[in-house]
């Protein structure tokens, strides 16, 4: 059963046996980094972990535990859905998108929020106090210092919140938007939002400014597992992210309205950081950052978020994470992302029977799709249709191989691949939009591509050669072994 917040899904992981807490005191100035990032890198992800009594900055101590990892292995990402395996949330978009539903792919994919199952648990509105305001602060009692918020790595520009619903509406259309995106603590009082220029919002940001207007910003923290994923997913400005979290749930998300503006927030959120945005003002510097490519993102000049209000529960438990090289927490929660959003890519690119982008790859850096080739140049054909789609339109290496290879299995996609290319043939650069965190694009945002073919070539592909068979033991020799396996006293476990 899907946990309706934050500290009930602690309590399902801890059932399981997926969570350790952590009695010592813990600094969180990079010591509680370390720590986390060690697990993080041990085999399927490490545990779960809550700091019970972890100390700020200055050297006090926290009442506020703070917990990290928790969808940092398969198996939390499918507890945190509520799921066996997070294929079947695919499986189940693709059910319905075989109802009866129009024939052109743009009509697809405009028709999707609308479908009944998806819109089927909209959000509610709670009445009376809800939980995230049964303790409220304001004016000059606003100290977002006394917060555990972690400070991950010895060259950042200072403590970052790294896993919140970062809250903004649409100025035209009253849109709501929830984005994950890192927020540094420059005051008491006084933030500073990392908003990509690829992120919706950004772009409410932006036209907020046009018009001369304060923008209302609220950062939540906690709240239902499904909806922090959710504020995490390339989601279409067009639908929902508490929507979509709904569908996930099978339930909807509570909301309730902010104390000082307008704005709705998780009803069972931990705390939420109420404030705004004055496009008078200049921006401030923020970062470094030490970010998930495994280096730091440079310093730069982004909006300040004016703190008006921090409110919670009476015994709040703060959520992070901390990213890093890979593979660090949020691998699992792009993972779950590439396994549901499958179905929405072929519909567009049916053609496509898998893809995956492994944890070195960093989501943008690589990704591997298998097709069910049909035609030559399909291969071609499917690299310039997910450069079309989206943030897809980040990545910078789309490597193609026939259908009957394990994409999930990075070892095996480079075998087949670096077996089937010849270099020259078989690659081709093209130039487009890359991740603001790339450090090595030729230009902010700007810079070359690559796509590799590494599909078995066709006769009208140019190859006249006999292209060999793979290397498989038949079906007959293999159960022969197994019947006698248990009597040859070989034993495969690792000699490490």
Not at 51 to 56: A, C, I, K, R, T
Not at 100 to 118: L, Q
Not at 206 to 230: F, K, N, Q, T
Not at 318 to 336: C, K, N, Q, W
């Amino acid at each position: 059963m899907i946990a309706e917040n934050l500290r009930e899904f602690v309590t399902q992981l801890e059932a399981a046996g997926e969570l350790t807490r952590v009695r010592h005191h813990i600094s969180v100035d990079r010591v509680m980094s370390e720590v986390a990032d060690r697990c993080m890198k041990s085999p399927g992800g490490g545990p779960a972990l809550l700091f019970e009594q972890p100390v700020l900055h200055d050297g006090s101590p926290c009442a506020m535990p703070v917990g990290i990892n928790l969808f940092g292995s398969m198996r939390r990402m499918s507890i945190a859905l509520g799921v066996d395996d997070l294929d079947s949330i695919g499986a189940r978009i693709s059910e319905l998108l075989k109802m009866k539903v129009p024939e052109g792919w743009r009509e697809k994919i405009a028709m999707f929020p609308t479908i009944a199952e998806v819109a089927k648990f909209p959000p509610r509105m709670v009445r009376g106090t809800p939980a995230c305001q049964e303790v409220v602060v304001q004016g000059s009692d606003v100290d977002v210092t006394r917060l555990p918020i972690m400070t991950s790595w010895p060259g950042d520009g200072g403590p970052y919140i790294t896993l919140p619903q970062v809250i903004t509406n649409d100025p035209t259309t009253g849109v709501r938007n929830v984005g994950m995106y890192r927020v540094q603590v420059l005051e008491r009082a006084l933030l500073a939002m990392h908003w990509q220029r690829h992120k919706v919002g950004a772009a409410h940001w932006r036209e907020m400014a046009d018009r001369g207007d304060r923008m209302p910003v609220a950062i939540a923290l906690g709240g239902d597992p499904a909806s922090i994923y959710s504020a995490s997913a390339p989601l279409p400005p067009n639908i929902d992210e508490y929507i979509f979290a709904g569908f996930l749930r099978r339930k909807p998300v509570l909301l309730a309205k902010a104390v000082t503006s307008d704005l709705v927030v998780p009803a069972e959120a931990e705390l939420v950081i109420e404030g705004y945005i004055d496009p008078a003002e200049p921006l401030v510097m923020e970062g470094p950052f030490g970010d998930h490519t495994g280096f730091y993102s440079l310093a730069d000049r982004y909006p300040a978020v004016h703190v008006t209000a921090i409110t919670m529960r009476e015994r709040p438990m703060y959520p992070s994470t901390i990213v890093g090289r890979p593979p660090m927490e949020d691998f699992y929660l792009g993972h779950a992302t590439e396994r549901i959003f499958l179905p929405l890519l072929q519909l567009t690119v049916p053609e496509i029977v898998d893809y995956h982008m492994p944890a070195p790859g960093i989501f943008h850096n690589l990704v591997f799709v298998s097709i069910d080739k049909q035609y030559p140049g399909q291969a071609w054909k499917v690299m310039n249709a997910l450069w079309g789609m989206g943030l897809m339109s980040l990545a910078k290496v789309i490597v193609v191989v026939d259908k009957d290879v394990n994409v999930r299995d990075p070892d095996e996609a480079w075998w087949v691949a670096l077996n089937n290319i010849d270099p020259e043939r078989d690659t081709r650069f093209t130039m487009g939009p890359i991740d603001v965190l790339d450090h090595s694009s030729r230009a902010f945002t700007y810079g070359s591509k690559m796509g590799i073919d590494a599909t078995a070539k066709w006769k009208e592909e140019g190859f006249d050669r006999e292209w060999p068979t793979k290397i498989v033991m038949d079906d007959e020799t293999k159960a022969q072994v197994d019947t006698m396996w248990s009597d040859l006293g070989i034993s495969l476990t690792s000699r490490e």
